[in-house]
């Protein structure tokens, strides 16, 4: 057995990786794409200004780990100031058809690209590459046994981003993001790092209406 395959055996809810290897894992991770941000930054830049002249990025709060608020960062896929449309769930509508998205962001968000941005919270401290996607503020209470969510960092890429995208209703996102913090290990984020790059390609789950 190599020493890689022992690290991966021995490593589930291992507290180094949980509290140390994985904030250095992620840290590396985003300078190497920091290039790749920049890269990308001025072709969209310039589509997005050229579109409607609004602001090239959104700066939505959201809740991190601990509840603390933070703000995310995205490449702006909606037009300025649209409305906050919820399902009956409480979900964010993310329709074929919803008329807030702009042309472009149509494009970016079919292909993922309006999440790159986020490797500036990560850099940050603010986020994690695999985790609890960020929830809103809002007024609802989190029931105690969803607390545990907020025990870790949130990600751009997790658990139910990289098995249903946006194809599940809010309390089964909250039940998966549940069984994700308390079973984080590194053999769990190399699968959902994996899978996410598959949906991602076969564009598979992009909407739910």
């Known amino acids: 057995m190599s020493v890689f395959q022992l690290f991966l055996k ?4 291992c507290m180094l990786y949980k509290y140390f290897l994985k904030w250095a894992i992620d840290f590396f991770i985003a300078l190497i794409f920091m290039p790749f941000f920049f890269l990308m930054y001025i072709p969209i830049a310039i589509m997005i200004k050229l579109e409607d002249g609004g602001p090239i990025f959104y700066c939505g709060e959201r809740l991190g780990r601990d509840m603390v608020i933070f703000k995310m960062y995205k490449f702006r896929s909606m037009k300025v100031d649209a409305p906050d449309i ?12 919803d008329h807030r998205v702009t042309n472009v962001g149509k494009i970016i ?3 993922s690209i309006d999440e790159i941005p986020q490797i500036l919270n990560v850099l940050r401290g603010d986020m994690s ?8 503020i809002s007024d609802e ?3 105690d ?3 545990s969510i907020f025990n870790i960092k949130p990600g751009i890429t997790g658990y139910n981003q990289a098995y249903f995208r946006n ?15 308390e079973n ?22 992009i909407y739910r209406n």
Not at 10 to 13: E, G, H, R
């Open 10 to 13: 021995n490593n589930n809810n």
């Open 86 to 97: 919820r399902l009956a769930d409480g979900s964010t509508l993310s329709s074929k058809t």
């Open 109 to 111: 968000r079919e292909i």
């Open 129 to 136: 590459i695999i985790g609890p996607r960020p929830d809103v």
């Open 141 to 143: 209470i989190y029931p």
């Open 145 to 147: 046994e969803y607390k």
């Open 167 to 181: 194809d599940n209703s809010r309390l089964e996102k909250m039940e998966n993001d549940k069984y994700y913090a």
């Open 184 to 205: 984080l290990s590194s053999l769990l984020d190399i699968k959902i790092f994996l899978k996410t790059v598959a949906i991602v390609l076969q564009k598979k789950n």
